[in-house]
C-alpha cells in the first residue's frame, strides 16, 4: 500500500511539474499561436500584413501594367531592405524580401535577378556606405546585373515610452527605380503598430 501511495504521489508531482511550465507547441497544434505577439519586433503576422498591402499596390501599379505590355519581362533585381529602426528586425526584413521575390518570380511578369550574382555586387555597396542604399551606387549594380528595374525598400520606427508600456510604429516604403533614368516608378507606404501594454 505504501509503495501505491509512494508511486501515486509521484506521479501527481510529476503532472504538477508538468503543467506548472510553459509548454512548447506546434501552430498546428495551436492555430490561435500566430494571432498573439510575443515582442514588439515584427512577426509573420505583420509581415505578411506589410507584404500583401505593398504587393497589392505593386500589381495594380502603371508600372506593372506596362511590364505586362512587354513583349519579354523586364529584368528586375530585388535589394535589402535597409533598416532605419531601433530595432534589430533583419532576418525579418530578409525574409519579407524572400515573399516579395517569390511572388514576382511566380508571377511570370518579370524576370527576376539571382540573388547569387547580385550578393558580391550589395556587399560592396555595404561596405561603401554602411548598409544604406543612395540611388546611384544602386542603379550602377544595377546596370551591372543586366537589370531594367530594381525594387529597393527602406523601414522606419517610431518608439514611445511611458512607465512600463511601450509601442512602436513600422514604416515601410518599398519601391521601383528604372535603372536607366533613375526614376521612381512605383513607392508604397505600408504601416503597422506593435506594443507592449500593462
Known amino acids: 500500500m505504501k509503495t501505491i501511495l509512494f508511486v501515486a504521489a509521484t506521479v501527481a508531482v510529476c503532472v504538477l511539474a508538468l503543467s506548472c511550465g510553459p509548454t512548447y507547441v506546434r501552430g498546428s ?4 499561436l500566430d494571432k498573439y505577439a510575443m515582442s514588439t519586433g ?4 505583420d509581415l505578411e500584413k506589410l507584404f500583401d498591402e505593398n ?8 508600372v506593372v501594367a506596362s511590364w505586362k505590355a512587354e513583349p519579354r519581362p523586364p529584368i528586375v533585381s530585388i535589394f535589402p531592405i535597409a533598416n532605419e529602426t531601433s530595432e534589430h528586425i533583419r532576418d525579418q526584413l530578409d525574409t519579407l524580401l524572400s515573399k516579395m521575390e517569390t511572388k514576382l518570380v511566380n508571377s511570370g511578369v518579370v524576370s527576376v535577378v539571382d540573388h547569387a550574382q547580385q550578393d558580391q555586387l550589395i556587399a ?5 556606405q554602411s548598409g544604406a542604399f543612395d540611388e546611384a551606387q544602386s542603379a550602377k549594380v544595377g546596370r551591372q546585373l543586366g537589370a531594367r528595374f530594381f525594387v529597393s525598400g527602406k523601414v522606419y520606427d517610431s518608439t514611445e515610452r511611458a512607465e512600463d508600456e511601450k509601442r512602436v510604429q513600422y514604416f515601410l516604403f518599398m519601391k521601383v527605380v528604372e535603372v536607366e533614368t533613375g526614376l521612381v516608378r512605383w513607392q508604397n507606404e505600408a504601416n503597422l503598430t506593435k506594443g507592449l501594454v500593462d
Open 29 to 32: 497544434e495551436n492555430p490561435e
Open 42 to 45: 515584427l512577426d509573420k503576422v
Open 55 to 62: 504587393v497589392k499596390s505593386l500589381m495594380e501599379s502603371a
Open 124 to 128: 560592396e555597396i555595404k561596405k561603401q
